[in-house]
């Protein structure tokens, strides 16, 4: 089966541009996760969806992020305006539902902030 | 809130020797718990999750609720093993939270 697909592999923005991510889940992956995973650290959870609606977006700064998934399929992750401290990468995993079920991963993105 | 605590960033081992990556957790519902890893230059990947209750690469863990660990093992520990491993957590929601990571060295 085809994997988790991510775009762009690497992005370089200027403070306070905007900037926009992609993910394609494995086909028929209900849950879909994005994570940030800053150097030397765990991935960590922003948003989560069950199809097409939100699970989980405790820990993502809505003041500046957005997410959305369409369709219950793919979906997008923007940051607007970006701070030097988003400089991270940025994971989108998928699983067939959430729990027990493992999270297949994308390649993730690799943003930097100047 | 969930936490999932790897207390050692990094691990060295030589070839043939155990190796144990500590994870421990709190949670106060019951908790699915996996070991992933990511290779050099490779994407995250499920190593193994304690539901399954199986031997993978020959790494073994097992949920000792009593204690709040995970902790991974393996009797002999291979040049190939050297990688990043992460210990998650599941809430019983579905939420997931990612330790800090381990990076494994296993030397020749």
């Known amino acids: 089966e085809a994997g988790v697909a991510q775009s762009p592999r690497y992005k370089i923005i200027e403070k306070r541009q905007s900037v926009a991510f992609w993910c394609n889940p494995i086909s028929g992956h209900a849950t879909l996760y994005w994570y940030q995973q800053i150097l030397g650290q765990g991935p960590k959870l922003l948003i989560q969806?069950?199809?097409?609606?939100?699970?989980?977006d405790s820990q993502l700064p809505k003041d500046r992020f957005s997410a959305e998934r369409l369709k219950g399929v793919d979906s997008t992750l923007k940051i607007q305006p970006a701070k030097l401290e988003d400089s991270a990468v940025y994971l989108c995993?998928?699983?067939?539902?959430?729990?027990?079920?493992?999270?297949?991963f994308g390649p993730g993105t690799r943003l930097t902030v100047t | 809130a969930q936490r999932v605590t790897q207390p050692e960033k990094l691990l060295s081992v030589f070839k043939g020797a155990p190796v144990e990556l500590k994870c421990n957790y709190s949670y106060s519902g019951s908790p699915e718990l996996f070991w992933y890893v990511q290779y050099s230059r490779q994407r995250l990947q499920l190593l193994l999750r304690h539901i399954s209750r199986e031997s993978i690469k020959g790494f073994t863990a097992d949920l000792n609720k009593g204690e709040t660990s995970f902790h991974l093992k393996k009797p002999f520990a291979q040049e190939e093993d050297s990688a990043m491993y992460y210990c998650a957590l599941n809430t019983n929601a579905g939420k997931s939270t990612f330790g800090d990571g381990t990076t494994l060295t296993v030397k020749p």
């Open positions: 995993a998928s699983s067939l539902v959430s729990g027990a079920y493992e999270q297949y």
């Open positions: 969806f069950q199809n097409n609606g939100v699970v989980d």
